[in-house]
């Protein structure tokens, strides 16, 4: 592992402790001498000085702060001397507030070395019911991107990319804090993540699992206490059919995401306390009736599953906040009006939208919508001004994605401005390729 000099070191502790963008190096006296201390007990270890400067921006820039944390490496050293670099990190952790240590303890649920999409960690923390629900214009989303944000300032997780609007799109956590959190969540949340061999099976204390395996039986996991289920790697092949999860009663998060699914995995609905949902990059084609029975799901994510057969019970799931269906396919329109907390719903076609009903969920933010022929564009000018909902912040059209489907000709640019001039204060942009839920 690369390492500073000395000089390097300090230069590095300031300008992430300090943070004083006119002048790196300006550090209070008193502090000076103190935080040299702190820097040598790094080792010239980029990663503990980024997150001991994170640890002592926290502090404000006092003595008394900056002695307290120089007290607590000593203490969480002992009498160890090579393992600097773990007690930084544990002390870092140890001075979470408890809010943000639980968030933290979610990064073990993602592979080593992942690009963790912000809005999916955001989901799941919130499914997980690691955030509450504000008063107010404040949403859950909103909280919990707080968080992230502390997070980061920690030097805990690192940013990847950036939206337009200055909003982290992309992040990761550094591989010793990803080790820090797994350990800490098998300890604090009985965590336990199963690799590679078919055989093993999941210990009954266990309240979520992680499965980093390419063949599973799933049917050999049954678990009346899981809370959260997620698999992660490539695509699986399962010893049994779609498997049934009939005896995961109290899992509040699945993940099947990129497993090669054709079939939409019988008894989801048998899981009433089930908040998200993701089945996205599977071959699902449709969707039955029993998903209505899931009134509590916050997020129901089956993208790139290409076109999808939805049929009209979403009204039934009042809970939700985010949906992201590719290509949804529905012999009536949808009935959406009920869906009062409805934040994101995108890729959605207009021939299967009730218009009234788009200005009836107040809640909405982002709206994606496809219009793939005249009559759609017909449609959407039809489409009730939305001036009053000044929660949408974001929309856009999704042209077609296939070569044969109608061409847009003069509509196509008649209708973007439509959206521009009465949906305000929608952010329409030119057609894309895409929804609006990344």
């Keep these: 592992m690369k390492t500073l000099d000395p000089d390097k070191s300090w230069e590095l502790l300031l300008k992430t402790a300090v943070n004083d963008n006119n002048d790196i190096n300006k550090c209070p006296q008193e502090l000076e001498y103190i935080g040299r201390e702190i820097v040598a007990k790094c080792n010239g270890l980029p990663l503990a000085i980024t997150v001991m400067g994170g640890l002592l921006q926290e502090k404000r820039q006092t003595k008394s702060g900056w002695e307290e944390v120089l007290k607590g490496i000593n203490s969480h050293l002992g009498t160890g001397e090579n393992n600097s670099v773990q007690a930084i990190l544990e002390l870092s952790y140890h001075d979470l507030p408890s809010h943000l240590k ?7 649920f993602f592979r080593e070395d992942a690009t963790i999409h912000a809005n999916t960690l955001i989901k799941v923390w919130i499914a997980e019911g690691l955030v509450p629900q504000e008063d107010g214009q404040v949403t859950m989303e909103d909280v919990a991107r707080g968080y992230l944000d502390e997070l980061i300032n920690r030097n805990m997780v690192q940013v990847k990319d950036m939206k337009k609007n200055d909003q982290v799109k992309n992040c990761g956590v550094q591989d ?29 204390k266990s309240r979520h699992c992680a499965i980093y395996s390419r063949r599973f039986n799933i049917s050999s996991l049954g678990n009346r206490h899981l809370r959260s289920l997620f698999f992660r790697g490539d695509k699986y092949h399962f010893c049994n059919d779609a498997p049934d999860l ?37 071959e699902i084609s449709k969707l039955p009736k029993s998903l209505g029975c899931l009134k509590n799901l916050q997020v129901l994510d089956m993208g790139e599953n290409g076109e999808v057969y939805v049929p009209n019970v979403i009204w039934k799931m009042d ?17 959406l009006n009920t869906l009062r907390d409805l934040q994101t719903l995108t890729n959605i076609g207009m021939h299967i939208l009730i218009l009234e009903h788009i200005t009836q969920i107040t ?72 929804g609006i839920g990344s």
């Excluded at 489907?405 to 001039?421: A, N």
Aim: aromatic share 6%.
């Design 363 to 434: 809640s909405l933010r982002k709206l994606g919508v496809h219009l793939t022929a005249g009559s759609d564009v017909l449609r959407f000018k039809q489409m009730p001004s939305l001036e009053a909902q000044q929660s949408i912040v974001q929309g856009s059209i999704v042209q077609p994605r296939v070569s044969s489907s109608p061409s847009w000709g003069s509509d196509r640019s008649d209708s973007v401005d439509y959206l521009s001039r009465y949906i305000s204060p929608v952010h329409a942009g030119q057609p894309s390729t895409r």
């Design 102 to 108: 639980s968030c933290f303890l979610c990064l073990a």
């Design 246 to 282: 009939n005896s995961f009663r109290l899992l509040r998060v699945l993940e099947m995401e990129g497993l090669g699914l054709t079939e939409y995995p019988p008894r989801i609905g048998a899981l009433p306390g089930l908040k998200y949902l993701n089945l996205k990059n599977n």
């Design 319 to 335: 809970s939700l906040r985010h949906i992201n269906i590719d290509w949804p396919a529905s012999e009536v329109p949808l009935k």
């Design 176 to 204: 010793l804090l990803h080790e820090l959190s797994i350990r800490k969540a098998k300890e604090g949340m009985s965590l336990q993540i199963l690799k590679g061999n078919i055989s093993q099976s999941l210990d009954r």
